[in-house]
């Protein structure tokens, strides 16, 4: 069974950073572009950022500049480092990964959610 496992979420002010992860685990044969999305009060799913599996990032433009996305292929692990956090970031971070198990069928998968909380 497969799962995608977050960590790092939590509670710091305004200006402050945190660092999330998602570590994918189960039986899988690779793993094409990993994510992270945002859910805050009231609103919609929203991405926040992208990385393929050669590398290539994309952000929305609320968050270019503050948060970095990455990751260990070796360790199926993604990684968002977010900086200058503002309380408009709070939200549940949803880790989303594509994943091939048997070829060529791409499914996605989502983690559970980390709640990161900024205030003022």
């Known amino acids: 069974q497969v799962q995608l496992v977050e960590s790092g979420g939590g509670l710091v002010q305004a200006g402050g950073s945190l660092r999330l992860s998602c570590a994918v685990s189960?039986?899988?044969?690779?793993?094409?572009?990993m994510g992270w999305y945002r859910q805050g009060p009231g609103k919609q799913r929203e991405l926040v950022a992208i990385v393929t599996s050669g590398g290539s990032t994309n952000y929305a433009d609320s968050v270019k500049g503050r948060f970095t996305i990455s990751r260990d292929n070796a360790k199926n692990t993604v990684f968002l480092q977010m900086n200058s956090l503002k309380p408009e970031d709070t939200a549940v971070y949803y880790c989303?990964?594509?994943?091939?198990?048997?070829?060529?069928?791409?499914?996605?998968?989502w983690g559970q959610g980390t709640q990161v909380t900024v205030s003022s």
């Open positions: 989303n990964a594509d994943l091939i198990r048997i070829y060529p069928f791409v499914q996605a998968y």
């Open positions: 189960g039986s899988i044969a690779s793993i094409n572009a």
